[in-house]
Every structure is written in C-alpha cells, then in structure tokens.
C-alpha cells in the first residue's frame, strides 16, 4: 500500500486545517489506519486511528491530548484517510504521518502499522 499524505500548511493558534492521505495499490477498507505526529527533537506519537473492527465497522480512537478538538475519518471509496484538526494550538505544530496496518485491537505504536506515508508539515503559530 502507498500512502500520500496532503493538506500541509502555517495556521494560527485557534485555526483548523485537515490533511488528507489518499491510499493506492491495496484496499483501503482492509486496514486500520492512523495519524502520528513527529515534533523537532522529539519522538514519533500517535494521534489518532480508526480501526477496523468487521467488515463494515470502525473505531475511532485518541490521544488524550487532540480529544474534542481533532476528528480522523475515512472515505473507502475514495480510498482517503482524513484528519480535521480544529482549534490547534503551537504545540501541535509537527510534522504528520498517516499509517496503514493490520495489526488486531486498536494499535497505538509506530511498530503495529507496516505502511508509511512521506509525513506533511502543520506549523501553528502563536
């Protein structure tokens, strides 16, 4: 699966934006997929997932830090994974990644999903 993350961009604090990651070469419902965030000097964290749960059932799921104010949603027929980030704040600021796997129950860790998109840069200002 190839993954292609979008939607890069400078907003100020109290601003929205939403990335896009547009899935080819696999079948996007069969996979969880997630966002993760890498800030300068610091490690890869997970962001937010939504999980395959059946054939025709997702989960979403958190970092307690984005609940409320960040909203990850998937468009199989589109093959797209999106991430609606609203009200940010400089902390944010990172660079994202979305990610595909297969791993059961709901992975949180870099190392349970096996495809990578090529990251997108948010910049928040203050």
């Known amino acids: 699966v190839l993954l292609q993350a979008s939607g890069r961009g400078l907003v100020q604090a109290g601003g929205s934006l939403r990335l896009s990651c547009a899935a080819s070469?696999?079948?996007?419902?069969?996979?969880?997929m997630a966002w993760f965030r890498q800030a300068p000097g610091k490690e890869r964290e997970f962001v937010a997932a939504?999980?395959?749960?059946?054939?025709?059932?997702?989960?979403?799921y958190y970092i307690e830090s984005v609940k409320g104010r960040f909203t990850i949603s998937r468009d199989n027929a589109k093959a797209t994974v999106y991430l609606q980030m609203s009200s940010l704040k400089p902390e944010d600021a990172a660079v994202y990644y979305c990610a595909a796997g297969t791993r059961r129950g709901k992975p949180t860790l870099s190392r349970e999903f096996d495809y990578w998109g090529q990251g997108t840069q948010v910049t928040v200002s203050s």
């Open positions: 939504v999980s395959r749960t059946g054939d025709y059932t997702y989960d979403r």
């Open positions: 070469g696999g079948t996007l419902s069969d996979y969880h």
